[in-house]
């Protein structure tokens, strides 16, 4: 692939996953409309399984940049639950604060194990 190519499909794919992102976490923070982020944990730990099953499958390299870092890394999102979790610490709501970094971890790195599990089955 040529580089202006791989440019454009990461700012095609990357918006897709962007898009993508506010439309998950949207819809499940509706649904659940508690003060806890579970938006944010939802899109980060599917991206965490999706980047695990990429990671598991013998993808070529411009294809791998694509799915992994244009549309997983416009998907998932570090520093919203960082800020989120620093919100609930202003709130003084620490358990929940703890259980969001606790939570986001252990599920994501369950979650990242499994999609290459199951990419490594296939």
């Given amino acids: 692939m040529t580089t ?3 440019w454009t499909g990461v700012m095609l794919i990357g918006g897709i996953g962007s898009v993508s992102r506010f439309l998950v976490d949207r ?3 509706r649904r659940m409309a508690r003060t806890f982020p579970f938006g944010t944990l939802t899109v980060n730990i599917s991206g965490a399984a999706l ?3 990429l ?3 013998a993808l070529p390299k411009d294809v791998a940049l694509l799915a992994g870092t244009a549309f997983v ?5 570090f520093s919203t639950w960082m800020l989120e979790t620093h919100r609930l610490s202003e709130e003084r709501q620490m358990r929940a604060a703890f259980a969001n970094i606790a939570v986001s971890v252990v599920l994501g790195l369950a979650a990242a194990l499994l999609g290459q599990w199951i990419a490594e089955q296939t």
Wanted: zero cysteines.
């Fill in 4 to 6: 202006a190519l791989i």
């Fill in 27 to 29: 819809s499940v923070a």
């Fill in 55 to 57: 990671g598991g499958l």
């Fill in 73 to 77: 890394g416009a998907y998932t999102t």
């Fill in 51 to 53: 980047l695990g099953f």
